[in-house]
């Protein structure tokens, strides 16, 4: 499972999603805000996403996450909207039979998630300036 939300992230929920009998380890990522980036101050964040694209390339993810490691069950949820500092944006939940698994699996998620899924990230800074991150293109349209 694979969603983008606007709303605030259940991780009690996806830990559930991942239990199973079969794993004997569980992986959790959890992606917060935080309140500076390239030595600026960040007050806040705005993602914005292409959601029926994005969850179908999470998706994808997901289904090459499951052919490439030995996992049992895999949920990730990214938020979008207006975020502040301390808050959650991406939550990544692995279950495999073994732990190294589980977070070689977490690890290729949050990568390509963060590589290929159309979520644009805007921060707002201290001093009054906001910047597309990893969009130089977006603040020209």
């Known amino acids: ?40 101050a960040v007050l806040a964040l705005e993602y914005e996403a292409w959601p029926e694209l994005g969850e179908k390339e999470g998706a994808r993810i997901i289904a090459e996450a499951k052919a490439n490691f030995d996992v049992v069950e895999v949920a990730a949820v990214h938020r979008v909207g207006k975020l502040e500092i301390g808050d959650m944006a991406v939550c990544i939940a692995v279950s495999a039979a073994h732990r190294a698994a589980a977070f070689d699996a977490c690890r290729y998620l949050i990568d390509e998630i963060k590589r290929r899924v159309p979520i644009w990230k805007k921060e707002y800074y201290q001093d009054g300036s906001i910047d597309w991150v990893g969009c130089k293109g977006c603040a020209k349209h």
């Open 1 to 40: 499972m694979f969603k983008i939300s606007s709303n605030p992230i259940d991780t009690k929920l996806l830990r559930e999603l991942t239990l199973a009998d079969q794993a004997g380890g569980f992986v959790c990522f959890e992606g917060w805000v935080r309140d500076h980036h390239e030595g600026k």
